[in-house]
């Protein structure tokens, strides 16, 4: 149990274009979901806290605008990199958590690499 | 706030040996401390996590951490290494007082290699 997708793992994109990340709770209902950035050889860097059906909570320094998180349902929450640049290549990892329960449940990461 | 810190970049052991992963942290209540492994171009695997009773916690994979309050640490132990445990190991860490805002702390990860 607890399984977490992510769509796609791989994306490559031009300069300026906009790329959107999926990522779903297979087998439970997330309360909440959890968007990270990280960059090789690094921690992961927390973006923002999404509930359902709320918008989601930004760490400092993130663009909102630039990073749009959709958490429509209880098992699928979207990130869409808006007018992307080179610098936001990144591996991009989501992960959820249920109600009551410390832990979070990690996706496999996207890979998005803007040319 | 809420910090964590693993002091060692890199450790690596010999297959058959003992391991240990250090992970010390902060928090201004009491800790939800967690341990996750993270191979190559993959996200995450959740190991065990602490958040009350034993302090010995055993998880995943033959691995186990002992929450030691008085020296605020959580140290990720498995008494015989295998090849295949060579990947990054994320310690972290939630305020068990924070209420709804679930915010996770990461640790920088440690590198652990294991050499046949």
Redesign the interface.
Same mark, same amino acid.
């Given at each position: 149990g607890?399984v977490?997708s992510?769509h796609p793992s791989w994306v490559i994109c031009k300069s300026g274009t906009s790329v959107k990340i999926e990522c779903r709770s297979l087998d439970f209902q997330a309360t909440?979901m959890?968007w990270y950035r990280q960059f090789p050889k690094? =921690?992961?860097m927390?973006m923002a806290?999404s509930n359902e059906g709320s918008k989601a909570?930004y760490e400092q320094g993130v663009e909102k605008d630039k990073f749009l998180i959709n958490h429509a349902s209880l098992t699928l929450s979207t990130l869409t990199v808006t007018s992307a640049h080179p610098e936001d290549s990144s591996?991009y990892?989501c =992960?959820a =958590?249920r109600e009551g329960l410390?832990?979070?449940?990690?996706?496999?990461?996207t890979?998005l690499t803007v040319l | 706030a809420q910090s964590v810190a693993q002091p060692e970049d890199q450790v690596n052991v010999a297959e058959g040996n003992p391991l240990t992963v250090k992970c010390t942290y902060s928090v201004s209540g009491n800790p939800?401390l967690?341990w996750?492994v993270q191979y190559p171009?993959? +996200?995450? !695997?959740?190991l065990l /996590?602490y @958040?009350t009773g034993d302090n010995l916690v055993k998880g995943s994979y033959g691995f186990e951490a002992e929450f030691n309050k008085s020296q605020t640490s959580f140290h990720l132990k498995k008494p015989s290494a295998l090849v295949s445990d060579s990947a990054l190991y994320?310690c972290a860490v939630?305020d068990i007082g924070s209420g709804g805002? !679930? /915010?996770?702390t990461? +640790? @920088? +990860?440690t590198k652990l290699q294991v050499i046949p």
């Open positions: 607890a977490v992510q909440t959890f690094q =921690s992961l927390l806290t909570t591996f990892i =992960s =958590s410390g832990e979070q449940f990690f996706g496999p990461g890979r | 939800y967690f996750y171009n993959r +996200g995450l !695997q959740f /996590k @958040i994320f939630r805002y !679930q /915010k996770v990461f +640790g @920088i +990860g």
